[in-house]
Structure formats: C-alpha cells, structure tokens
C-alpha cells in the first residue's frame, strides 16, 4: 500500500485523518468523562443546518458550520443548565430542527450539490489543502484553549460540585467544553460524516478510559486509537474499494469489540489519581 503515498489525495486523506485524530482524543475524552455523550450528538446532528446556510448563499461550507455548530452547541449547553429536567428534550427538537433546516436550505438551492452526501458520510479523500490548513488551525485553537483551562477542565470532570465550591467556574467551562466540541464535529465531519461522527469521538475514549491512569493518559492513548483506526480504515478502503469513513468506523467497531473482551488492568480514571479531590471524598 506504500505506493498510495505517492498519490496527493490520499496523503491529504491521511494529514486530516490525523488531525481528526488529535482532536477527538481531546475533546472525546472530555466528552465521554462529563457524560455528554447525547449533548454532543445533538450538536453534530444540529450542524447540518450550517451545512445547508453554507451551500443556500454559497458560502465556504467548513467556517459556516464552525460558526453555526458552535451557536447551537452554546444554545443546548445553555439549556442544560437552566432546564436540566426537560433538557433531553429540548436537546432532541434542535437536533431535528438543525437538520430540518439543512435540509431545507439545500433543497431551495438552486442546482445540483454534489458534493451534498460527502457531509452525511464524509468525504476524506477529496479534503483540500485549504480544508487542512483550517483544520490545522481549529486544531491549534483547541490545544491553547484546553492547556489554558486545564485543571478547570480537570476538576469539573471529576466533580463538578466540588470544583463549584473551589471556585472554579463550572459554568463557563460547560459552555466552552460545548463550543469546543462543536469544533471537533466540524472536523470529524470532513472525515466519516455528520452520520458517524459520534462513532469516532466517543469509541476511541471509551477503550481509553478502561486503560489509562490520569485524563491526560486517556486523551493520548484516545488520540492514538483514533489515528490508528484511520490510518487503518483508510489503507482498507483503498485495498477494498470501500466507502473511506464506512470503513474507519468499522475497524474502530472492531476494536471496541476487541477490547472488551480484555480485562482491566486496574480502574477506570478517577478524581483522586489527578490531585484534584482530596483523598477519601469520593467521585
């Protein structure tokens, strides 16, 4: 398979891939240890909306569903807060109203959107270099914001009454954790789609979880499933003719299968391992 290197494409596949990678083991991790899981897939679905503004006034369609992403990503972060009761609810009507609109919005543009199914089911062997760079530079506003915030993060993912009483604003860390998930799914679109984008983002944490010590631990080894999975799914899908973002989510299917059928070696990351809880107070 070396010899698919050499094609320009495929390198550019494999660039983005690991990007998406990075990412997701980042925010997938954050994600999955918050249990917002159903929070997070609400955003994704809703983002279709930016999808369908960007192709109805012709606009670039990554920056538009950035913004439109994070807009609904903030708006159910504030629902949670202040609804808690009827949150899921809530969640669930913006989550089809998004998708609503997208769909809406595509079929009052005028012609034929080709590129239309590559957002549902990803499209990773047609990103542009000009795709990448804005990938590249999401990435690197994701690293500085969540190195900023690192022990806020770190607290209110571990016990976010306790970190509340310490003087840490959970509340505004719960609105960034939204909007940075919301840039995640913008990036993970390009690669297997607004369908299986929850796949990546939460399996590759979840194996994660069951084998690391601390977060930190958890986003590298998240990062690294994530790009092998990629890496991987893309080799197959050029051996086999398959669908690239298909066969990603495949293989990471797999390996989730795969790993738990091996035991734990010791318990799931927990609050006192970071420092953060004082010992003996509980998660």
Excluded: K
């Amino acid at each position: 398979m070396i010899e698919a290197l050499g094609y320009e494409f495929f390198r550019n596949a494999l660039y983005a891939g690991l990007l998406a990678s990075l990412i997701c083991g980042i925010i997938g991790s954050l994600v999955v240890v918050n249990r917002v899981v159903f929070l997070a897939g609400g955003v994704a679905h809703a983002s279709y909306g930016g999808v369908g503004l960007a192709f109805f006034f012709g606009l670039p369609v990554l920056p538009v569903t950035a913004g439109f992403s994070t807009l609904a990503a903030l708006g159910m972060a504030w629902v949670t807060l202040t609804s808690r009761e009827r949150a899921d609810t809530v969640i669930g009507v913006l989550w089809a109203a998004g998708m609503a609109l997208g769909i809406i919005l595509i079929d009052l543009t005028p012609g034929y959107n080709s590129d239309l199914m590559s957002y549902l089911f990803g499209s990773i062997l047609a990103v542009p270099d000009s795709d990448l760079w804005l990938m590249a530079g999401l990435s690197a506003a994701v690293l500085v914001l969540v190195a900023l915030f690192s022990r806020g993060l770190l607290a209110m993912s571990f016990d976010a009454e306790f970190a509340r009483s310490r003087g840490v604003p959970v509340r505004f860390l719960h609105f960034l954790l939204m909007g940075l998930t919301a840039l995640c799914v913008v990036m993970v679109i390009r690669v297997v789609g607004l369908i299986l984008v929850m796949a990546l983002l939460t399996i590759p944490p979840f194996m994660a979880e069951r084998r690391a010590r601390s977060l930190p631990g958890m986003m590298l080894l998240a990062g690294c499933l994530s790009a092998v999975f990629c890496i991987a799914g893309l080799y197959l899908s050029y051996a086999l003719d398959l669908t690239c973002g298909a066969t990603i989510i495949a293989v990471a299917c797999v390996g989730f299968v795969v790993s738990l059928a091996v035991p734990q070696r010791h318990r799931p990351v927990a609050p006192t391992q970071q420092g953060l809880l004082p010992n003996g107070s509980g998660a």
